[in-house]
């Protein structure tokens, strides 16, 4: 199993700053994944975070607006730029288990509210 | 990978079993039936998953139709706790953790 780590937990922030969330694991993982939790639906997936290499985002999503960083096997960050008040939403970092076929573990989310 | 599709919502009563259907019509031989759950306010948790067979733990169990076009999760004993929202997820073999959600079954366990 992974224990996950998400800091902060929540925000508020005002329109036009931006917002790095932090999501640290207790072991070495390959993949790290970023989702997005708008009000009242269900996640998103934003980007897949790799060690050495840039994310690869999902359709919709843009580094400019979502830039992410992993410079080990065991954190990632990922900034929320620019912020609006459409960017309020939960964001969650998860990662695999190892090898294929195996669960994925969830951080807590950090539920951001922007002003 | 293959698109589900879930009833919006269900309702159960404490301490009987909660049977939350899913379709998958368009699975592929190599792709795997995952669920998870998410209780209000905190990440999704992993429940089960399985490829062609049945599966069980301490959670749930997972049935799996013969033509793999639908699965059942099977929750024996349900408690208040149980009540989530909860997701079933059809990834392809090289899955190392990437998931695409749909819109999940709200089940309301009721006393």
């Known amino acids: 199993s992974a224990v996950i780590s998400q800091k902060p937990s929540r925000d508020i922030c005002q329109r036009g700053t931006s917002l790095t969330i932090q999501c640290q694991v207790d072991s070495q993982v390959t993949m790290m994944f970023w989702y997005r939790q708008q009000p009242g639906q269900s996640l998103t997936l934003i980007a897949t975070?790799?060690?050495?290499?840039?994310?690869?985002?999902e359709s919709g999503f843009v580094i400019d607006k979502f830039p992410i960083s992993r410079p080990n096997l065991t954190f990632s960050t990922l900034t929320v730029s620019n912020m609006s008040p459409e960017d309020s939403s939960i964001y969650l970092c998860s990662v695999g288990g190892s090898g294929f076929n195996t669960e994925a573990f969830f951080g807590q989310g950090t539920r951001l509210t922007v002003v | 990978d293959a698109k589900t599709t879930q009833p919006t919502s269900m309702d159960c009563a404490e301490g009987r079993a909660a049977n939350l259907p899913c379709n998958h019509s368009t699975i592929s031989g190599n792709e795997y039936v995952y669920w998870y759950r998410q209780i209000h306010s905190q990440g999704p948790q992993y429940i089960i998953h399985g490829l062609k067979n049945n599966e069980t733990n301490e959670m749930a169990s997972l049935i799996i139709t013969e033509d793999r076009k639908s699965s059942t999760l099977i929750l024996p004993h349900a408690t208040l706790r149980d009540t989530a929202v909860y997701y079933c997820i059809v990834s392809g073999s090289s899955n190392t953790g990437k998931l695409i959600f749909g819109q999940g079954t709200t089940l309301q366990v009721k006393p």
């Open positions: 975070a790799n060690q050495g290499s840039e994310a690869t985002y």
